[in-house]
């Protein structure tokens, strides 16, 4: 079988089921290991006993709505390209919000001490695109993740070796494993940091949004990643009340959260109450779509 051949089996595919001609192309791509251009340029291409075997095998799955990047154990976020499976979400292209403000506070602090701490880490592809796009002038960061799951952070340990970050790691929900560890007396105190970035992307779909998601997110991606709660703010709460209860942050403390946009409004009536010992200011922008999609926080001060 030839490449030529292949491609005009796609667009039987694509009437049958509801299939892109770019997920075929990347599957393509991924099971001969060539380029876009390779494919486009050399129709005559053929594919070995096993790559043919390959091509069904992952066809098939493919056509059961699995998502391409579970088939293919990659997805690429903010340039660089991240191992993934079962147990992580797929990276959203929304998401690279977080990594953009989080570089901010690196590029307009240089001789700044900067702890980045990633609550929920996943596949490492926040803290991992931090550590990597710091610019080379900041000298003084430091780069922590921690999730609940220990099969998610043996993918982001993987993708952190893989792009050669040094990345501390803990397992354990939002705050526990770094309190159980003195990160906030120790590591912050001890250290003289500057400014502490907290990134949390949490679980955050409500139940309606949820069942309102497509089979293909329902029937693969790990519901525990998704799914907080009725009104989708369970994971936040809690999370926001941990660090509440923090004293002695460095004089700098900002939070970068991802939510869901119709959840902007209860967070900043909930935000000044959840934070009410650190005098919280709040704000949010729209994604590229032009939807609610990351709010910032800054704790001005401990209060007695």
């Known amino acids: 079988m030839i490449i030529q051949e292949i491609r005009q089996q796609y667009q039987k595919i694509i009437a049958k089921k509801n299939l892109t001609t770019t997920e075929l192309d990347l599957l393509l791509q991924y099971i001969i290991n060539k380029s876009p251009e390779f494919i486009l ?4 291409y053929t594919l070995s006993s096993k790559q043919q075997y390959q091509w069904t095998k992952y066809l098939n ?17 903010y340039g660089l390209n991240f191992s993934i499976n079962k147990n992580t979400l797929i990276p959203r292209p929304e998401t690279e919000m977080l990594v953009e403000s989080s570089l901010k506070i690196a590029n ?6 900067i702890s980045y701490l990633d609550i929920g880490t996943g596949s490492g592809n926040i803290i991992i695109s931090i550590a990597k796009n710091t610019p080379p002038k900041q000298t003084n960061c430091k780069f922590y993740a921690s999730d609940i799951s220990s099969s998610a952070l043996k993918i982001a340990q993987k ?21 159980k560890k003195h990160f906030f007396t120790n590591d912050l105190q001890k250290n ?3 400014i502490l970035v907290i990134i949390a992307n949490l679980p955050y779909l409500s139940q ?6 497509s089979d293909k997110v329902k029937k693969y991606e790990p519901i525990n990643a998704l799914l907080s709660g009725i009104d989708g703010l369970q994971h936040y709460r809690i999370f926001l009340q941990e660090i509440n209860s923090l004293t002695n942050l460095p004089p700098q403390t900002f939070i970068f959260l991802e939510i869901s946009p119709e959840q902007k409004t209860a967070l ?3 935000i000044p109450l959840l934070l009410s010992n650190h005098l919280p200011k709040t704000n949010v922008q729209k994604d590229l779509s032009g939807k609610y999609r990351l709010v910032t926080i800054k704790l001005t001060e401990n209060c007695p």
């Open 208 to 213: 309606k949004i949820y069942n309102q998601t």
């Open 41 to 44: 340029a050399h129709p005559e």
């Open 108 to 113: 307009n602090n240089p001789q700044a001490k």
């Open 159 to 179: 993708n952190a070796l893989r792009h050669q970050t040094q990345i501390l790691f803990q397992q354990g929900p939002f705050l526990k494993p770094w309190q």
């Open 268 to 270: 900043f009536q909930e």
């Open 192 to 194: 003289k940091i500057d």
């Open 61 to 77: 799955r493919l056509l059961q709505q699995e998502p391409i990047d579970y088939i293919t154990g990659q997805r690429e976020f």
